[in-house]
């Protein structure tokens, strides 16, 4: 199974918050089962982003994404982003369209089925679209 990670997850490893050892354990579990965990090419920009404005060590980054796939911005992921029809910000859409064209060019164990997210949001619309959503550590 594919597994779609967004900024509002990984941004909570580079923190002690609430939710973050309970997404390190949920993320390590997917891993050990053999499920891949994927996310957009943005997280590396939004997470860089996040690093340079907490003073972090660009090698955090390095870290935080080393078990996730990460996949390139087509043409096809925005006709996607944009074809959302829920209230979404620009960037979380580019998340979902990225997750959608996964979901509908892959079948089985290579299709996204789940969405890790901490963003309310993201969450709704991402439920709307069918996904199971997660944010390891919330009731």
Same mark, same amino acid.
């Given at each position: 199974?594919?597994?779609?990670?967004?900024?509002?997850?990984?941004?909570?490893?580079?923190?002690?918050?609430?939710?973050?050892?309970?997404?390190?354990?949920?993320?390590?579990?997917?891993?050990?089962?053999?499920?891949?965990?994927?996310?957009?090419?943005?997280?590396?920009?939004?997470?860089?982003?996040?690093?340079?404005?907490?003073?972090?060590?660009?090698?955090?980054?390095?870290?935080?994404?080393?078990?996730? %796939?990460?996949? %390139?911005?087509?043409?096809?992921?925005?006709?996607?982003?944009?074809?959302?029809?829920?209230?979404?910000?620009?960037?979380?859409?580019?998340?979902?369209?990225?997750?959608?064209?996964?979901?509908?060019?892959?079948? %089985?164990?290579?299709?996204?089925?789940?969405?890790?997210?901490?963003?309310?949001?993201?969450?709704?619309?991402?439920?709307?679209?069918?996904?199971?959503?997660?944010?390891? %550590?919330?009731?």
């Amino acid at each position: 199974m594919l597994v779609y990670v967004d900024t509002s997850a990984m941004a909570k490893r580079f923190a002690d918050e609430a939710e973050s050892d309970a997404l390190d354990e949920h993320l390590a579990a997917l891993i050990a089962r053999g499920d891949t965990v994927i996310s957009s090419v943005l997280l590396d920009v939004e997470l860089t982003r996040i690093a340079r404005r907490e003073r972090l060590d660009p090698a955090t980054v390095e870290a935080v994404l080393s078990d996730v %796939g990460l996949v %390139g911005i087509f043409p096809e992921v925005l006709e996607a982003a944009k074809d959302i029809e829920f209230h979404l910000k620009a960037l979380d859409s580019i998340h979902l369209g990225t997750a959608l064209i996964l979901q509908d060019e892959a079948e %089985g164990d290579e299709a996204v089925e789940q969405v890790i997210t901490y963003d309310d949001q993201m969450a709704r619309v991402a439920e709307k679209l069918g996904f199971e959503v997660v944010s390891p %550590g919330r009731p």
